[in-house]
């Protein structure tokens, strides 16, 4: 079963095609298209595959067989239109062999972004365990593990695993929609 990550109803850089009206003229996709697919996965909403690029992989929903005979691009206005845009155009241009640059850094997460996440995984999967905060912080930052509970208590390690208990256990409740979305604007 394909990874709900993919799904265009969470990930809008995935590029949605249909099948136009019969009365309306369209050229078919190319025949080898889908033999470069490194993911090649069908589900009841159609075919999902990801074509392999240097400059970022191009996610893909099929919704209909008719849908490589007849393609049509699709962007649901969904709050996530310009992002959608973006995706259709990268497999626009990966059909027409031209040159594709990834997608652009607005669309993705940065890297203080991608740690704070993971920092609040972390912590809350310590927490779940039954560690206690300061070994939790000893793990976040070593130098944690030789300082007093006096010390700890005033920390600024301590009200950052607060902060990231906090993401997490909004993530866990559903937030974590927001990171798979990437925040829109």
Do not use: C
């Amino acid at each position: 079963m394909i990874p709900a990550l993919w799904a265009p109803e969470f990930d809008g850089t995935t590029a949605i095609l249909s099948a136009v009206p019969a009365d309306l003229k369209t050229r078919p996709l190319p025949p080898g298209l889908l033999l470069s697919a490194i993911v090649r996965e069908v589900t009841p909403d159609g075919e999902h595959f990801i074509l392999p690029h240097p400059s970022g992989d191009i996610r893909v929903l099929v919704t209909t067989g008719d849908a490589y005979l007849r393609p049509q691009g699709e962007i649901p206005f969904d709050g996530d239109e310009e992002r959608r845009a973006t995706a259709l155009l990268r497999l626009i241009r990966y059909v027409r062999g031209r040159p594709i640059r990834g997608m652009p850094r607005r669309f993705k997460l940065s890297v203080a972004r991608i740690w704070r996440y993971a920092e609040a995984l972390v912590v809350h999967d310590g927490i779940e365990a039954g560690a206690p905060r300061q070994e939790i912080g000893s793990i976040l930052d070593p130098s944690v593990s030789t300082i007093s509970s006096a010390e700890w208590d005033a920390h600024p390690l301590r009200q950052r695993i607060n902060r990231r208990l906090t993401l997490a256990r909004l993530m866990m409740s559903g937030r974590y929609l927001d990171l798979v979305r990437q925040r829109r604007r």
